[in-house]
């Protein structure tokens, strides 16, 4: 049962979207014809360079910077953006994501922190804020940014890890709960990807890759665009990966 | 704002009546469960009285909550 009319009438929120794959999902869901909120920490410019990229393709996006560890964070993104587009946010896809790799016998407490701030407290609060309007509009489209890092052990990485996990029992439990209100959540799990988070990766890790190469955010956005769609209406709960093999 | 309780009754049929019942069974005695009303639709009928009467329902209050009547009753007296 997929809606008649799609996007409905909500604009869409990427957290995190100034570069990288949070910047690809941007341009895919505004190419799909969401209007789109680009969400951005630190680098203004880049995001609205991308915004400015969007409208001349023909799309329609607008920047807002906050940091989405930040209690307020949700109330000020949402509301900013229901006032610039005039409608609700029917489409949230948490995106932001840090890294601070340590062995675990050398960890702090800020590296676990900042990482479990960010990839799996601020997940939590988007989604919450949310599920508010997507409740009461009977539809909504929740994407999580997980990682293969969530599905299996990458050493080095076990904050991360241990947040991606969370995320993804997390994006399970409020996909059952809410989906008779017709609102998806679901996980997408990449693998090694072309970013900048993985420009200082040994390249011989590649070797372990089924597809022998890293991915690009375009190949993520794509995924993400689908559980976006309205063709993705019975899809939920899902954590679909992204890996060209690695998880297999 | 000061509401009434006819208009917080009619109010709360009508986003009840949202979640499934019909309208017309939704009387001040009839209970949540005969109602098939569970506690996501609670969670949703305390979003729309917190955004329209700026009642905070807390997941304690709702627990307490077994019929219609009980739930005006509450908003209505929290909204006063």
Redesign the interface.
Known sequence: MSDAAWPPAGCALVTGASRGIGAAIARALAADGWPVGVNYNASAAPAEQLVAEIEAAGGRAFAIGANVTDPGAPDHVFEALEQHFGVPVLALVNNAGITRDNLSPSLTDEEWDAVIDTNLTAVFRFTRRALKGMMRARTGRIVNLASVSGLRANPGQSNYAAAKAGLIQFTRTAAVEVARRGVTINAVAPGWIETDMTADVDRALLDAVPAKRAGTPAEVAACVGFLVSAQASYVTGAVLTVDGGLGA | MSVTKEQVQERVVEALASFGPDADTITPSATFEELDIDS?DLV?LA??VEDEYGVVLKGDDMKELKTVGEAVDLITARAA
């Open positions: 996501l949703e979003q729309i």
